[in-house]
């Protein structure tokens, strides 16, 4: 496998050698600005710390905002290409390449899991900048295979979460669940000359969400009514793969807030893990 272009170094993240796990942990991961990719800072070392203490998954299915269909898709190619879903960023961003391969059998193992959902085996997506900005930091050198999970925008939330229990067994099979987006993600409120700014608003509906998370009450994560949560999440992409990771997590398995900020106002950069850190089988 070639380095990965514009990437950083695979000696930055030392994750321990392959093993079997009882049951692999899920990730959720507040992703914000692309640009994150290609720096190490306060974020990407957040990350870089999380999964330094998991052992190699055999693949990752990533749940990205950066993904809407009509109807369920899984990314089934044998070698993704990386996507540069956005404009107006410099040469080196554009250039970036994230060269994971892909995993058509786990591919066909998820849709399977899936049913009686119809879900498409998709050879034209690839990996999309909510995926492969993140990715760099937790497995640089791309030699773990990783597919995408596409989001159903017809979808509500409670049909999201149903849709994403169902995911629970690729845990056992040494798979990491990875969902990247924002719990509070409001680009048109941003304050672009405060970086380390919070609007109440933020403030209040990011707190609200992680009390939720911390005493497992998810049926209360369906609800996107209030004031707060209209000015948090005004299109709900960047919140739904917060759904897919909470639905990992089995009656009393523990769950970890790290990375807890907000970013510009109106841009949360909370993460969690589902599972404990590094429960590996003898």
């Excluded at 109440?200 to 009390?211: G, L, P, Q, S, V």
């Excluded at 759904?243 to 841009?267: K, T, W």
């Amino acid at each position: 496998m070639p380095p990965v272009s514009g990437g950083i170094s695979p000696g930055h993240c030392n994750y321990p050698a392959p093993t079997r796990m009882s049951t692999f942990p899920a990730l959720f991961i507040g992703h914000g600005n692309p640009m994150h990719a290609l720096t190490a800072n306060a974020n990407s070392l957040a990350w870089r710390g999380m999964v330094s203490e998991l052992p190699r998954p055999r693949a990752v299915l990533v749940i990205s905002a950066h993904w809407l269909t009509r109807g369920v898709a899984v990314t089934a190619m044998q070698q993704p290409q990386t996507i540069h879903d956005f404009s107006g960023f410099p040469a080196a961003l554009n250039a970036f390449q994230y060269p994971a391969p892909g995993d058509p059998s786990l591919a066909a193992e998820i849709a399977g899991l899936l049913a009686p959902e119809i879900v498409t085996l998709d050879a034209e997506w690839g990996l999309d900048h909510g995926t492969w900005s993140v990715l760099t930091h937790l497995f640089p050198a791309a030699d773990i295979p990783v597919l995408q999970l596409s989001l159903d925008s017809a979808k509500t939330p409670a049909e999201h979460y149903a849709l994403a229990v169902k995911l629970r067994p690729l845990r056992e099979r040494g798979v990491l669940i990875l969902g990247s987006g924002n719990i509070v993600h409001n680009l048109r409120r941003m304050h672009w000359q405060q970086p380390d700014s919070a609007f109440d608003w933020a403030t209040r509906f990011n707190e609200r969400i992680r009390r939720h998370l911390q005493v497992q009450d998810h049926t209360a994560l369906f609800d996107l009514s209030s004031d707060d949560a209209r000015l948090a999440v005004p299109t709900p992409e960047h919140y739904w793969p917060l759904l897919y990771v909470a639905a990992q997590q089995a009656d009393a398995e523990p769950i970890e807030m790290f990375n807890d900020h907000i970013e510009y106002g109106s841009i949360g950069m909370l993460c969690c893990r589902v599972g404990e850190p590094a429960k590996a089988d003898a």
